[in-house]
T-cell receptor, first 111, second 115 residues
């Protein structure tokens, strides 16, 4: 399973755009990139998944360069409620692949 | 639609005792996973059920842990006897049989404290 590397923590202010970059140099051809969000005292929650280029949903955007060795989760205009830990995961999407969580990025949004 | 439900939400037991955690997945989800996070560590995979069958139990730490999913519905994770190092948060997750997107739905977790 491809290993991921992300910043341990990031700070931002309300209304700003936050970009969290994840490195996954050993990503395999069949691997997808998935991001989860975790609030304190809750389980992780799926945010977005992509294979290449750009994916956008109502929560975030995911940018994946052509070599797929990294990806960037973009959160537009963050609010205090976006304070959470964000995990970047890499693996195939068969549904049979166990999720491998790294340390995640702890995002703190301040007023 | 109800999400993944876990109970109890908290459990405090003494070393040597037995504890059983329960997980009710989203109805219709064939895949059920158990994960845990021990203090200061990353969330780690424990095992994976497909319906009532164990697909992958490579993450189970030792034979003090027993997971079951009778009838392919809810699952239980029993720790017997519990040790201090078993303390942590145990998460259950479920996902549909197979889909384009690997979206696992997690419960809120059971915080287990062994004293």
């Amino acid at each position: 399973l491809a290993k991921t590397t992300q910043p341990i923590s990031m700070d931002s202010y309300e209304g700003q755009e936050v970009n969290i970059t994840c490195s996954h140099n050993n990503i395999a051809t069949n691997d997808y990139i998935t991001w989860y969000q975790q609030f304190p005292s809750q389980g992780p929650r799926f945010i977005i998944q992509g294979y290449k280029t750009k994916v956008t949903n109502e929560v975030a955007s995911l940018f994946i360069p052509a070599d797929r060795k990294s990806s960037t989760l973009s959160l537009p205009r963050v609010s205090l409620s976006d304070t959470a830990v964000y995990y970047c995961l890499v693996g195939d999407n068969t549904g049979f692949q166990k999720l491998v969580f790294g340390t995640g990025t702890r995002l703190l949004v301040s007023p | 639609e109800a999400g993944v439900t876990q109970f109890p939400s908290h459990s405090v037991i003494e070393k040597g005792q037995t504890v059983t955690l329960r997980c009710d997945p989203i109805s219709g989800h064939d895949n059920l996973y158990w994960y845990r996070r021990v203090m200061g560590k990353e969330i780690k995979f424990l095992l994976h059920f497909v319906k009532e069958s164990k697909q992958d139990e490579s993450g189970m730490p030792n034979n003090r842990f027993l997971a079951e999913r009778t009838g392919g519905t809810y699952s239980t994770l029993k720790v017997q006897p519990a040790e201090l190092e078993d303390s942590g948060v145990y998460f259950c997750a479920s996902s549909p049989r197979r889909g384009y997107v690997t979206e696992a739905f997690f419960g809120q977790g059971t915080r287990l404290t062994v004293v």
